[in-house]
């Protein structure tokens, strides 16, 4: 079964603090995203990647940076932290085309900016 | 501007009962519509998923209706179960052959199956 992990799970820093949220993913998948869930707003996108050294902008770049490793670790980076970046991050990878254009999801980061 | 709507924001049935969830799009290239469910403390996961060819299509107690001149579609939860309680998510994208699946989602649909 597909696997998507993120670390840590839970994170609180003050506003201006280096934040770094891992994803891994074990499915073997070329395509990994990351997401921010707010109240009102639902999941949007803020970077993705297709493969290893690749980087696409999102929706909501802004004040992110991401950077993918390996095919299976995409890393987000928060380097001047501010309130507005408090939210519920998710990781998702898929693997089209020609695969499934389904997204798997791992189980989110909560980020508390104070 | 919000590209994918979704209506209600929140909704309550009874046990038995049909749930109706709304969505619309504006960009009329989206021609493939998942929708995600996800339960409290847990990421989305696909429900069902419909693509622009298609007016319907059923899985089990949830099915899909798509009116591609309206640009909208709905989801139907028969014989909604207290176990269907979660938020849904209508998402959007246009299938390429070239690029990643780009998903614009909805603020999603709260759903309680009271017992």
């Known amino acids: 079964e597909a696997a998507v992990t993120q670390s840590p799970r839970n994170k609180v820093t003050v506003t201006g603090g280096n934040v770094t949220l891992s994803c891994r993913q074990t499915?073997?998948?070329?395509?990994m995203y990351w997401y921010r869930q707010d109240t009102g707003h639902g999941l949007r996108l803020i970077h993705y990647?297709?493969?290893?050294?690749?980087?696409q902008i999102g929706d909501v770049p802004d004040g992110y940076k991401a950077t993918r490793t390996t095919q299976e670790d995409f890393f987000l980076l928060l380097e001047l932290a501010s309130p507005s970046q408090t939210s519920l991050y998710f990781c998702?990878?898929?693997?089209?085309?020609?695969?499934?254009?389904?997204?798997?999801f791992g189980p989110g980061t909560r980020l508390t900016v104070l | 501007q919000q590209q994918v709507r979704q209506s209600p924001q929140s909704l309550t049935v009874w046990e038995g009962e049909t749930a109706i969830l709304n969505c619309s799009y504006e960009?009329?290239?989206?021609?493939?519509f998942p929708w995600y469910q996800q339960f409290p403390g847990e990421g989305p996961a696909l429900l069902i998923s419909?693509?622009?060819?298609?007016d319907k299509k059923e899985d089990g107690r949830f099915t899909i209706f798509f009116n591609k001149r309206e640009k909208k579609l709905s989801l139907h939860i028969t014989d909604s179960q207290p176990g269907d309680s979660a938020t849904y998510f209508c998402?959007?994208?246009?299938?390429?052959?070239?690029?990643?699946?780009?998903?614009?989602f909805g603020i999603g649909t709260r759903v309680l199956v009271r017992p």
């Open positions: 998402a959007a994208s246009e299938e390429t052959n070239s690029a990643g699946n780009k998903l614009t």
């Open positions: 998702a990878s898929s693997d089209p085309p020609g695969g499934t254009y389904e997204q798997y």
């Open positions: 960009d009329s290239t989206f021609n493939y």
């Open positions: 419909i693509r622009s060819v298609s």
């Open positions: 990647s297709y493969g290893a050294g690749n980087l």
């Open positions: 499915n073997s998948h070329n395509y």
